[in-house]
């Protein structure tokens, strides 16, 4: 990235544009295409804005303030700063780098001061803060190289990749904040709307530490690419939707009846996230604070949708009263499908059938006479070894998770029964971006990663970002008076 107003440039902004007029004026003669026209004029913009930039700057002065400046001590007293020396540092901004000369103002063992700094908003790195966003932005949809390359396409500013994951690190650091401080109002839920929570887990593939990195033969069931699990979690408000069974099976078989569904209004303010440092129980209070924000006096019914993870139901069970809890009847048909391919060849009509059938009894009430049947088959047909384990499993699962199995209720409330937001959100945060194909990763950079893109997917980039804007400059620039 050239500076601006260096020898090999313009030295002004009047020269830049009297240059690009020139540009314009001979690509008329020269009849260039519009790629070449368009190229050429971008790059001789960005000079033009540099340098008016640069002199904006300059014209801002040198952030002279008097002879002292008096800061406050974290002890509670005041120190006077009074030792004046001229700085200069550099900012690399969309227009190319800024050099900014100030007045710093220091004393014997503390950090020089300047006041200048905090006036423009500067940030604490090199890189502009709207450098960082676009950086941040490409870096949350697509691999560090491609978000690294795409911005010095934009810009002409090429940025190291261990500094782009470093800002990425940075980045995350107003999450909680930024949550806790959003007004109630902005997520409350409509009048007649209900609270709906999803939880589930997906693992993210880790690189390996030093002393796995040379094995001479893996242990039994060891992989190559260990996975750690990340905890996902989605929030959101929405009309209750009345469905009967046959509706429900209608979206999930190839049937020949297909009733005419009911219209579904989008969920309403939903936000997910995900964590893979914070303890699950941590996270599920995380959710609280989140349900508690949109229904503070509890007059709503609040909805939990989770898999048969029974350490997870017994946290959320721990961490909410007066809440529905629902097994995911998604995960029951991974079951299902499990007994049917045990006794039935895999993508036969007879699978499918025996699947069907039974998920039909089970969104009609009969969880317990879908546990006998399974159970009676076993016995009935003097089933041994794996296909005898399969069954017993099998019926095992829903007998266990009966009580949040109640599906006709649910149906007939307008309750959700899957966790389709948060298996969108398994997929659109973690999956598209976590598991290409080589990727391997630290845990300090996925769980920043997985939060940006959390606000991200949530619709809340740009508030965040001045949020943290915001809070920044309040870390970085202390509150002083001249003296």
């Not at 971008?42 to 400046?69: C, P, T, Y």
């Not at 009074?82 to 780098?97: D, I, M, P, Q, W």
Request: glycine share 8%; aromatic share 6%.
């Amino acid at each position: 990235m050239r500076t601006v107003g260096l020898p090999d440039g313009p030295a002004s902004g009047l020269e830049a544009f009297q240059e690009l007029e020139r540009f314009l004026s001979d690509a008329a003669e020269a009849h260039l295409g519009r790629s070449e026209l368009e190229r050429g004029s971008e790059r001789r913009s960005r000079e033009l804005v540099g340098l008016s930039l640069q002199a904006h700057v300059d014209a801002r002065g040198d952030g002279d303030v008097g002879e002292a400046i008096v800061v406050s001590d974290p002890d509670g007293g005041r120190v006077r700063l009074a030792y004046k020396r001229l700085h200069t540092r550099s900012v690399l901004t969309l227009f190319g780098e800024v050099r900014i000369k100030r007045v710093g103002y220091g004393a014997p063992g503390r950090e020089a001061i300047h006041p200048l700094d905090g006036e423009l908003g500067l940030p604490e790195r090199i890189y502009s803060y709207e450098c960082q966003r676009r950086l941040i932005r490409g870096a949350i949809c697509g691999p560090f190289d491609e978000a690294i390359a795409l911005v010095a396409e934009m810009t002409g500013l090429t940025v190291p990749k261990r500094s782009a994951e470093q800002i990425v690190r940075e980045a995350d650091v107003d999450f909680d904040a930024f949550y806790a401080e959003r007004a109630q109002a902005e997520v409350k839920p409509a009048r007649g709307e209900i609270l709906v929570a999803a939880i589930d887990c997906k693992g993210i593939p880790m690189v390996k530490p030093e002393r796995a990195l040379r094995v001479v033969r893996r242990g039994k069931g060891e992989k190559a690419n260990k996975k750690r699990m990340a905890t996902v979690a989605a929030v959101h408000s929405q009309a209750p939707v009345v469905r009967t069974p046959e509706e429900v099976l209608s979206s999930l078989f190839a049937t020949d009846e297909r009733p005419e569904r009911p219209k579904r209004t989008p969920p309403h303010r939903k936000r997910v996230w995900a964590s893979l440092l914070a303890d699950k129980a941590t996270f599920i209070a995380d959710v609280k604070a989140e349900t508690v924000k949109r229904d503070p006096r509890h007059r709503r019914t609040w909805v939990i949708v989770t898999d048969g993870e029974r350490a997870l139901q017994r946290r959320v069970c721990q961490t909410f009263t007066d809440v529905t809890l629902v097994l995911d009847l998604l995960h029951v048909l991974e079951k299902l499908w499990k007994a049917a391919h045990a006794l039935h060849p895999e993508d036969s009509r007879e699978a499918e059938e025996f699947v069907y059938e039974r998920a039909k009894r089970i969104l009609g009430g009969q969880v317990s006479q879908v546990v006998k049947g399974l159970r009676l088959i076993a016995t009935k047909r003097k089933l041994t070894g794996t296909k005898s384990k399969t069954l017993e499993a099998v019926a095992g699962y829903p007998y266990s998770n009966r009580e949040r199995m109640k599906y006709d209720i649910y149906l007939a409330n307008g309750w959700p029964i899957a966790s389709g937001s948060v298996e969108g959100a398994c997929k659109n945060l973690i999956r598209d971006r976590f598991e290409r194909s080589g990727m391997r990763w630290t845990p300090q950079t996925a769980e920043a990663l997985l939060r940006l893109r959390a606000i991200y997917l949530s619709g809340d980039l740009d508030a965040y970002w001045e949020f943290h804007i915001q809070q920044d400059q309040q870390r970085l620039y202390p509150t002083w008076h001249s003296s």
